[in-house]
């Protein structure tokens, strides 16, 4: 048998063999064998290797271990393999122009992925449209309408974002996509997330009063579903319903910014239902495909979503709410009157969008389920827009044709 000093000294030679060798410039301070090992055994991760079921051991140096410190550079491991992910703050765009100090704050509202602002707004836009359409309003009064609720959409979404954020500060490291996050690495407190949010509430609120004062009746209540999205991925598997309820808030916001009384004018309050729902079920659409990317991640750290509910059954589900949410957008042209411009160009246009999206789009691929859900935004919401200023324009000129065969007869 050895002498236990001899195999003490061969585990040493065997340990120091791995020991990457410092650069000439580093100065290293003498440690004890002790903690040699340990951090030796700290810097040491198993990778699988694909094509056996045996497993090989990789190294990371202790100097990659030591960078991850700050917020800057939070070091990170993705769940599958172990990989570590290094934050760098972006160098081009917006976001990448503004001060450091900034760029936290402004990847905390998601300036750098406009989309949620997109999905946001066009409610607002088809709703104005609608409501232009029949009291008349002016191509200006439009114009300044559909601005502050642009302006109002990419405020009020980055209010969202910070709430979502403050609620899953523990759920996000666990999850590949969202590890990164302000908050989640540690580059914003939650006390000053929270004075942040307070700022943007106050902007929003700056916002809603430039509308007509019946528009507060209206804004204001959105709030509560604003705070119920992140509670409802903890206790239901829909919880793309509530974000629908809240995302689609602006179908009926459109209506009492241009003066037309939704209590009073029943006809026009049906039509602001039925484009509500119609927006709420193209919310619950395209979140499914947005819920898609992280399904994984989502299962493991015990995030509920109607994509994890109906994983195998999902393209069917996407059609049906497809055609609800076409059928009620035409149910809502039809309680104003709409003509067949309104039909093909809104309703023409969402059915050709949202079949080609489900038709192609692979749920098992993230980046093709991003570029669906970027894209969605633009070729449907524009799709439905351009519809609906089309029957603004055919109304109004009809109007002023009614006009001038009246003052000439």
């Not at 949620?116 to 008349?136: I, Q, R």
């Not at 916001?253 to 193209?282: E, I, Q």
């Not at 351009?386 to 002023?400: D, F, M």
Request: aromatic letters at 10%.
């Amino acid at each position: 048998m050895k002498p236990r000093s001899m195999c003490f000294v061969k585990f040493v030679g065997l340990s120091t063999h791995f020991r990457p060798k410092p650069s000439k410039q580093a100065q290293v301070r003498p440690f004890t064998i002790f903690e040699h090992c340990s951090q030796r055994i700290s810097c040491l991760k198993v990778s699988r290797i694909s094509s056996s079921a045996r497993w090989r051991p990789t190294y990371t140096s202790l100097r990659t271990a030591s960078t991850a410190t700050t917020p800057q550079a939070k070091l990170s491991y993705s769940q599958e393999n172990n990989v570590p992910i290094v934050y760098e703050p972006p160098k081009n765009g917006l976001v990448g122009s503004l001060p450091k100090s900034w760029i936290p704050y402004a990847e905390l509202i998601r300036l750098d992925k406009p989309t949620g602002t997109y999905y946001l707004f066009f409610p607002c836009l088809f709703s104005t449209l609608m409501a232009a359409t029949h009291n008349a309003a002016t191509p200006l009064e439009i114009l300044s309408t559909t601005i502050l609720f642009f302006t109002g959409a990419l405020v009020m979404r980055g209010a969202g974002c910070t709430i979502n954020d403050l609620w899953d500060r523990s759920l996000d490291p666990h999850v590949a996509r969202t590890r990164l996050r302000p908050i989640a690495r540690g580059a914003v407190t939650p006390s000053r997330a929270v004075v942040f949010t307070g700022f943007q509430l106050i902007t929003g609120l700056a916002i809603l009063l430039q509308f007509p004062t019946s528009c507060l009746y209206y804004g204001i209540p959105s709030l509560v579903l604003v705070t119920m999205y992140p509670l409802a991925k903890r206790v239901t598997h829909y919880p793309q319903f509530v974000l629908g309820l809240t995302f689609s808030w602006g179908a009926l916001m459109g209506f009492p910014a241009l003066g037309v009384d939704l209590v009073a004018d029943s006809t026009v309050a049906k039509a602001a239902g039925l484009l509500y729902s119609s927006c709420v079920s193209w919310t619950v659409l395209y979140d499914m495909i947005y819920a898609h990317m992280d399904i994984k991640d989502d299962a493991k750290a015990g995030i509920k979503s109607i994509a994890l509910r109906h994983n195998n059954e999902t393209k069917m589900i996407l059609s049906g709410l497809a055609v609800v949410q076409i059928g009620l957008l035409a149910a809502s042209g039809m309680a104003v009157g709409a003509s067949l411009i309104f039909f093909i160009g809104s309703c023409g246009s969402a059915a050709i969008t949202l079949g080609t999206m489900i038709w192609k789009v692979k749920l098992k691929d993230v980046n093709n389920c991003w570029w669906w859900f970027k894209n969605g935004a633009l070729l449907t919401g524009g799709g439905i827009a351009a519809g609906l200023l089309g029957e603004y324009v055919i109304q109004k000129n009809g109007n002023n044709y009614k006009a001038i065969e009246e003052e000439l007869l």
